[in-house]
């Protein structure tokens, strides 16, 4: 190949900067041109691609976001909006594309592919949500900005004699809860996995958090992801609301929200974002695409994006038992 694509799509994640500037680097080092596609497939449609150079690049490694911007694109869910991607990539002779994004933006990828256009997908999400990667870019960065947030939040929480609920994104995902929850030692971990399973039963978070308020607890946090009840508008307030009614106690929520999207990559989702994309551009050199790119025992790794999208995501049981242990015991 002599010119190749990058794209980000979706909702934007922390090391999706050090994806584009990555591929510019690697491309360049095989002496392969790149494409840059503004605001993922909308942006492809209505052809707003240009040459990326290094230069214009800079050190644009280091930002949060994406500088190519991102978007989620209706167009691309109907057989027109991707038959007229595929006219365009053609035009601008670009010879295989680097979508970077969650499990909606590989879609996309695979539907280009199925029009002969080698696709290779990058883990862009804070989510964590896609099985056969350990990691996504992002996540690592929203753990650490909503761990962060959580322990001002205790902080207040303690000085008030206050119990805290805190929601954290991840879609229908509970990694970064339960990421957060482990870490921050919290009272109650609330994450869909387990709902599922057992419906998580109110009485129950009640009657723990009266135990823990007669033990001598005077504070205490629970991390909700919202995932938990991902339809209901307003679920940690809820939440809140069932449980002051429930315990008599003094309890606030907070919905952390787009915060957790922002900020600068951590050196764990910079270096997998690097490492990723160096094996992504070199599959495209040798003509290779329909594949994901991920991470696994610490091991870049990559593997048919069909095979990837059917793999089912699971939390780490073991894991949560734990963290649900030790944050019950005062
Ligand atoms: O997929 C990333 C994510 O931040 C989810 O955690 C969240 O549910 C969703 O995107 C929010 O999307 P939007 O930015 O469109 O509100």
Not at 44 to 66: F, S, Y
Request: net charge negative.
């Amino acid at each position: 190949m002599k010119c190749i694509g990058v794209l980000t799509s979706g909702g934007d994640a922390p090391g999706m900067n050090a994806v584009i500037w990555s591929t510019v680097r690697a491309a360049h080092a095989r002496g392969m041109k790149v494409m840059g596609i503004e605001d993922g497939y909308q942006g492809l449609i209505e052809r707003r691609v240009h040459e990326l150079t290094a230069k214009e690049l800079g050190n644009c490694l280091d930002l949060g976001g994406t500088c190519l911007g991102t978007a989620r694109c209706k167009a691309m869910m109907t057989d027109e909006g991707r038959d007229e991607a595929a006219t365009v990539v053609r035009e601008f002779g670009i010879e295989g594309i680097i979508v970077c994004g969650g499990d909606g933006s590989y879609r996309g990828a695979q539907t280009l592919s199925e029009r002969g256009i080698p696709t290779i997908g990058l883990p862009g999400t804070i989510d964590n949500d896609l099985a056969y990667t350990d990691f996504t870019i992002g996540y690592d960065t929203a753990c650490n900005t909503a761990t962060e947030a959580a322990m001002k939040i205790r902080d207040t929480m303690t000085s008030h004699h206050r119990f805290g609920i805190i929601e954290v994104m991840g879609r229908r995902c509970g990694d970064i809860a339960l990421s957060v929850g482990l870490v921050v030692g919290a009272d109650y971990i609330l994450v869909p996995e387990i709902q599922y399973e057992t419906p998580y039963d109110m009485e129950n978070i009640a009657k723990r958090l009266t135990k823990l308020s007669s033990e001598g607890a005077k504070s205490g946090l629970i991390i909700l992801a919202e995932g938990v009840e991902y339809d209901t508008p307003n679920r940690a307030e809820v939440l809140c609301d069932a449980l002051v009614q429930r315990t008599g106690l003094e309890i606030r929520s907070t919905v952390l929200g787009h915060m957790q999207r922002g900020g600068y990559p951590s050196v764990r989702d910079r270096s997998y974002a690097i490492q990723m994309t160096e094996r992504a551009v070199e599959l495209l050199h040798k003509g290779i695409g329909n594949r994901v790119v991920g991470v696994r025992h610490n091991q870049i790794i990559d593997m048919d994006i069909v095979e990837a999208l059917q793999m089912k995501q699971t939390i780490n049981k073991d894991l949560y038992d734990l963290a649900q242990q030790l944050g019950s015991v005062r």
